[in-house]
C-alpha cells in the first residue's frame, strides 16, 4: 500500500464565525478579509469548543516500511508529482532495510548530510543553553563555529572534514605582509580554542553525550563519527603572544594608591590654558564624594582580586547575600552557574579583607536604602544587591592607573599585566610564601596542578636564591678525627704513579714494593692490562694503562 493524502490540523474558530450543519457535517462559516464569505469544516473539541480543520499545504505519504507496518511520512513537496518522486524514494529505501543492504540508522546519516551547518549550529547552541553552559563560552562556539564553516565553504554536514579545516586554520596562523605592513596572524591558543569547539561540536553531531564526567552515545547521530575526533593542537608554549606577569608588593601598594585618588585628581586637573595639569578644578561636594567613592571601589576591586583569585566575571557577579564575612571563617559562597568550572566553590576571605569588605557592604547598603526611600521604592534583596559595580572597560582603568603609578605594563621579558594578572600575583604570592603546591592549587581551584604551577606562576618573584642558600652545607675538608684504621689513603695520580717514578704523592716506595711476582688476587685478575703494583702505607694500588691515561685502582 502506498498513496499521497493532505494531512489537517486544526485552528481556532475565527471571530465572528457561526457554526452551522450542512449535508451531515459541521461547518463554519464567517466574512475574511475584503468582506468574502469563507467556510470550512468544524469539530467540536473536547471542552465544548469549535475549531476548524485546514488542509496541510504538503503532502504527506503512506507506505509500509521495512517491519511491515504502515507509515505516514511527509515528502515536503506542495506539488503533487514532486511529492511522488519522494515517495518512491520511500518505498526503495524500506525495501534496501528489508534486504539488509543498509540500516535505519545508515539513512538516517545520510538524509542529514543534506542538512544545512547553520541550522545544526544553532540546534547545537540550543543544547549548550540547556545544558546551563556559560553565556560567554556559548557566544565564541557559536562565532567559531559559524566563522571556521564560512572559511572551510561549508554549507550542508556532508562537507565536513579535517583537512578543510587544517587548512583554514594554518592559513589564519600564518604571518602575511599587506600592503607593506607585516601582520600577525592568529595565535596558537586562539587556534586551539575554534578546535576544541568544533571536536565538541563533532562529538555531538557523533550523538556523543555527557552525563557528569560519564560520555554515551545515546543522542541521535546526524554523522556516522567525528571527523575532528584526534585533531592535533598547535603547540601554544612556542608560540605564546601573552604571558601575565606578577606585581610585586611594592607595584601593588602603588597602584592601591593612584586607583583610590585618580578618579578625583582627573576631575579637579586643568585640561586647558596655562595652569595645564594643575589641580584646580572646583567641584560640587556631591560629586567630590561621589569620585572619592569610585576610587574606594576601584582599589577595593584590585586588593580583593589579589588576595583571593577572583576571576572578574566571578566577582562582578557575588551578591551581599553571598559574602559571608561574620564568624571565624569569613568566605564567598560563589554560585555554580557564575564559576568557570560550574561547580561552586567556598572561597575564603583574609581577616584584614573581610573587615573592609563588611565595612563597604554596611555602607552600600545605606545607599541603597536611601536612594529607594527617596524615589519611593522598597530596597532590593539582598541577593540581587552586588557587592561591586564591576565596570566594564576595567582594563582600560588599569591600564591608566598602571601608567599613573610608574608601573611598566610590560617587563623586560615581555610579561604584561592585565586584569587576570591579579589571579596569577595571587598564586605567586602564595608560592613565595611557601605555601604547599596542592595548597595553592586548591585555593586557585584548578583541577590541574601544572596549570596552577607553570601558568599562574611568576618564576621572578620566586626567590631561588634564598631557596637555595638553605640547602645544608657540606664541608670537604672538615671530616673531624678519625678513628685508628680508618684514614683515608691518598690516590695516587696518573704523573706520581709512572712506571718507575718512585717518588710523588705516595712517597719514596721501597725496592720490594713491586709485587710482579706475587700471584693476583680474585680483584686483581679483572684488571687487564696490568702494568705495575704500588704500596702505600693503607694498602696496595694496582695501576692500568687504557692507552690513554692511568688508572689507579684500589684492592
Known amino acids: 500500500m502506498q498513496n499521497l493524502i493532505k494531512g489537517t490540523y486544526k485552528r481556532i474558530l475565527p471571530a465572528g464565525a457561526r457554526v452551522v450543519r450542512a449535508g451531515g457535517k459541521l461547518v463554519a462559516q464567517w466574512v475574511g478579509r475584503g468582506g468574502r464569505k469563507k467556510q470550512a469544516e468544524a469539530c467540536l473539541n473536547d471542552d465544548g469548543t469549535y475549531s476548524i480543520k485546514c488542509e496541510r499545504s504538503v503532502w504527506t505519504a503512506r507506505f509500509r516500511d521495512a517491519d511491515g507496518f504502515i507509515v505516514s511520512k511527509s515528502t515536503g513537496c506542495r506539488n503533487r508529482e514532486s511529492a511522488q518522486v519522494r515517495l518512491a524514494e520511500f518505498v526503495r529505501e524500506a525495501e534496501r532495510v528489508a534486504a539488509g543492504i543498509v540500516t535505519t540508522e545508515e539513512l538516517d546519516i545520510a538524509s542529514f548530510s543534506k542538512s544545512s551547518i547553520t541550522a545544526q549550529v544553532e540546534e547545537y547552541i540550543e543544547y549548550l543553553t540547556r545544558r546551563g553552559k556559560a553565556a560567554k563560552r556559548i557566544r565564541f562556539t557559536k562565532s567559531y563555529l559559524l566563522e571556521c564553516a564560512d572559511g572551510c565553504n561549508w554549507e550542508t554536514l556532508g562537507g565536513l572534514n579535517a583537512d578543510d579545516l587544517q587548512r583554514y586554520l594554518d592559513d589564519k596562523h600564518e604571518t602575511k605582509i599587506i600592503d607593506g605592513e607585516k601582520i600577525e596572524g592568529a595565535s ?25 564526567k560519564r560520555a ?13 575526533d584526534g585533531f592535533a593542537r598547535y603547540d601554544a608554549n ?19 594608591t593612584v586607583a583610590e585618588g585618580r578618579p578625583l585628581a582627573s576631575f579637579e586637573t586643568i585640561r586647558r590654558g596655562k595652569r595645564r595639569g594643575e589641580r584646580g578644578v572646583k567641584l560640587r561636594d556631591e560629586t567630590r564624594a561621589r569620585l572619592i567613592l569610585v576610587g574606594r571601589e576601584r582599589a577595593l576591586i584590585y586588593k580583593t582580586l589579589v588576595l583571593t583569585g577572583l576571576r572578574i566575571s566571578e ?14 571563617s569569613p568566605h564567598i559562597k560563589l554560585s555554580a552557574a557564575d564559576e568557570k568550572n560550574r561547580k561552586g566553590s567556598l572561597v575564603p576571605i583574609r581577616s584584614d579583607l573581610a573587615v573592609e569588605l563588611r565595612n563597604w557592604i554596611d555602607e552600600k547598603l545605606g545607599r541603597v536604602s536611601k536612594s529607594a526611600k527617596e524615589q519611593g521604592e522598597q ?38 599585566v592585565d586584569v587576570h594578572a591579579m589571579r596569577t600575583t595571587f598564586c605567586t604570592w602564595l608560592s613565595t610564601a611557601e605555601v604547599a603546591p596542592r595548597t595553592t592549587q586548591a585555593a586557585m581551584r584548578h583541577s590541574n596542578l601544572r596549570l596552577t604551577m607553570e601558568n599562574y606562576t611568576d618564576p621572578k618573584l620566586l626567590n631561588v636564591r634564598s631557596a637555595i642558600e638553605r640547602l645544608p652545607k657540606f664541608d670537604a675538608m672538615d671530616r673531624g678525627p678519625s678513628e685508628p684504621g680508618t684514614e683515608v ?39 687487564e692490562n696490568k702494568e705495575f703494583a704500588s704500596v702505600s702505607e693503607n694498602g696496595r694500588y694496582w695501576t692500568r694503562t687504557n692507552g690513554l691515561h692511568d688508572v689507579n685502582v684500589a684492592l
Open 238 to 256: 612556542i608560540d605564546r603572544r601573552r604571558t601575565r606577569r606578577a606585581l610585586s608588593e611594592d607595584e601593588l601598594r602603588r597602584l592601591l
Open 188 to 212: 596558537a591558543g586562539a587556534l586551539n580554542s575554534r578546535i576544541e569547539c568544533w571536536v565538541a561540536f563533532g562529538h555531538w553531531l557523533a550523538g556523543k553525550r555527557m552525563n557528569g
Open 216 to 228: 554515551n552515545y545515546n543522542g541521535e547521530r546526524r554523522i556516522a563519527s567525528n571527523p575532528f
Open 379 to 416: 530596597r532590593p534583596a539582598l541577593d540581587e544587591i552586588k557587592v561591586f559595580d564591576v565596570p566594564s572597560g576595567l582594563l582600560r582603568i588599569l591600564n591608566r592607573d598602571l601608567t599613573a603609578a610608574g608601573i611598566p605594563k610590560v617587563d623586560e621579558r615581555g610579561h604584561s
Open 489 to 527: 689513603a691518598p690516590i695516587c695520580t696518573p704523573s706520581c704513579a709512572q712506571k718507575g717514578d718512585q717518588t710523588g704523592l705516595l712517597g719514596e716506595i721501597p725496592d720490594n714494593s713491586l709485587l710482579d711476582s706475587e700471584p693476583p688476587n680474585d680483584k686483581q685478575k679483572t684488571l
Open 315 to 328: 566577582l562582578a557577579s557575588i551578591s551581599i547575600l553571598q559574602a559571608q564575612l561574620d564568624g571565624d
